[in-house]
């Protein structure tokens, strides 16, 4: 009896170690979705496959060497020589960017070669596992958590147009889907990727994709782009001031009173209205230069770079570039492909969600615009302008909130009274974007700042690979609208939840920023007024 008890036992021992092995077996095949990122602009060096020269990004060397060669004419140009600007600096520039140069049909003048990654990223892992900083660092970030097996990066000549661009990234998709035994991936686009991406909805569909993450994405275009290809350059006090004042102050230049006293000087009498005109009048003494060197051959003939023209400048910067630049019909029909793409980006998107697709935007705010056009104004992530990153959220002009703006109502966006659309900060309301529930805004990233040890990269990875459905009620970590703790990296909070009414859109506490800026502009109406006595 004794023998059969003990059979027994090792019998069931026996079956339930068989159980377990298998589970373990089951468990150790993750079901894992394959993960496709789209790069932006520029994140990987291009070179010259003749000279072996990188051109892009410029190195070091050449732009210190143009820094260096640039100031002295840029100086000159300030006491009104843009004959010597035009001689020298712009000279330079074009010199740093000419190899990047496309002929009237918007083709490589020079055989550029870009880095490609047709594998997963576990072949290309000593370039990416040390980085912490945009789309290489998300790679890592990507890499480590769903397995670098798992990680794709799609790179791209991005001078070429979105619609030729998304034939690669289709060579891509196939590719993943075959090795991975997979019907859909799951794409997370980043800054140009985004028109990259409704390029590839509108060719191709959404069949291939389960979850698409827009973030930081150029998709609607880029204000400041459209204001330099209608010929809307523009430098104000303000501007300057907005752009420069975060970087000085976070460098604690004690060179900052002695500009600013300078600046002060010059506004004299009018104060600013002196400053911004002679501000504007270098301006106009260079643009020339600006336009007929650097613009036109290396920007003005890619396609790539169209693209990021909002539709509804489009006919004025065809008209505008056209004094400047020659491009073929053929360029013009391709760009203006682009601009449709651009146009009917809503319902491309929409059109996926309904044919299973969970779509995702995420964008970013809290930078005024770079300071050369009239849109520096804007609410930015120091490039992308919010506006149209966020697919139509309303925001407040920089350093305003939505009660300084006439016309708007803040209030019932989606129809739903249990929660709003609008951040506790007062400046950004999303009730009306293209998808007010699963679209997600930062304030304090910069461009495409999912930084590796940040928690917007947890947000990115999180959109990217959840399995099922998700918005912006779904995780407490993740309300529709955060704010980047520099220090830490950490999101926090900046929405309001089952209150009773519409928060009112507060002013926002003057930050240590502000502050130093509204200190500077209170000492500049001083010297104004010392100088009229
Ligand atoms: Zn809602």
């Not at 143009?66 to 004959?83: D, E, H, K, Q």
């Not at 507060?506 to 104004?528: R, W």
């Amino acid at each position: 009896m004794k023998k059969s008890v003990i059979r027994k036992t090792l019998s069931i021992l026996l079956c339930l170690t068989l159980i377990f092995s298998f589970s373990a077996v089951a468990f150790a095949t993750p079901d894992v979705t394959p993960v496709i990122i789209v790069s932006g602009m520029g994140s990987r060096p291009m070179t010259d496959a003749e000279t072996g020269k990188q051109i892009f990004p410029p190195e070091a060397g050449p732009i210190v060497k143009g820094v260096f060669l640039a100031l002295g004419p840029v100086l000159l140009a300030l006491m009104r020589s843009p004959a010597l600007f035009d001689k020298y600096g712009a000279k330079q520039l074009h010199e740093m960017l000419g190899g990047l140069a496309c002929d009237e049909d918007g083709n490589s003048v020079r055989p550029v070669e870009s880095m490609l990654y047709p594998e997963s990223v576990d072949h290309y892992k000593a370039e990416f596992e040390n980085e912490t900083k945009t789309e290489v660092g998300m790679v890592r970030k990507f890499g480590e958590s769903i397995g670098w097996e798992n990680t794709y990066f799609f790179n791209y000549d991005w001078r070429m147009s979105p619609l030729d661009i998304a034939d690669d990234l289709d060579v891509m998709v196939q590719h993943v889907k075959e090795e991975k035994n997979v019907d859909r991936v799951d794409i997370i686009a980043l800054s140009m990727g985004g028109c990259v991406m409704t390029a590839y909805l509108a060719k191709y569909g959404s069949d291939s994709i389960h979850n698409l993450v827009m973030a930081s994405t150029a998709f609607q275009g880029v204000d400041m782009v459209g204001a330099l290809f209608t010929g809307d350059m523009q430098l104000t006090v303000t501007a300057l001031l907005d752009y420069f004042v975060p970087f000085l102050a976070s460098l604690n230049l004690k060179v900052l009173p002695k500009v600013l006293a300078r600046m002060s000087a010059a506004a004299k009498k009018d104060g600013m209205e002196t400053t911004n005109a002679y501000l504007q009048d270098v301006v106009n003494g260079i643009q020339p230069a600006i336009y007929e060197q650097i613009l036109m051959d290396t920007f003005a003939r890619s396609l790539g770079v169209w693209s990021f023209i909002p539709a509804d400048q489009y006919d004025e910067a065809k008209a505008y570039i056209a004094q400047y630049a020659t491009v073929s019909d053929a360029f013009m029909e391709k760009a203006e492909a682009m601009r449709d793409v651009q146009v009917n980006a809503e319902k491309l998107l929409k059109k996926a969600c309904e044919n299973g697709t969970n779509v995702y935007i995420v964008g970013a705010y809290g930078f005024a615009g770079i300071p050369v056009t009239s849109k520096a104004e804007n609410h930015t992530d120091n490039l992308i302008d919010t506006y149209h990153m966020t697919g139509g959220c309303t925001v407040a002009p920089y350093g305003k909130t939505l009660n300084d703006v006439e016309g708007v109502t803040v209030t019932n966006g989606c129809g739903n009274k249990s929660h709003y659309h609008v951040s506790t900060d007062g400046v950004i309301y999303a009730g009306a974007c293209m998808f007010p529930e699963t679209t997600w805004i930062i304030k304090g990233m910069s461009h495409v700042e999912f930084g590796y040890d940040h928690e917007t990269s947890d947000l990115a990875l999180w959109l990217t690979t959840a399995k099922d459905p998700v918005d912006i009620h779904t995780d407490a970590r993740y309300p529709q609208f955060t704010e980047l703790d520099r220090s830490s990296g950490k999101l926090i909070s900046l929405t309001q939840v089952n209150g009773q009414s519409a928060p009112e859109a507060e002013q926002p506490a003057p930050t240590f920023l502000q502050k130093i800026a509204d200190f500077f502009n209170g000492l500049l109406e001083k010297v104004k007024s010392i100088f009229q006595r």
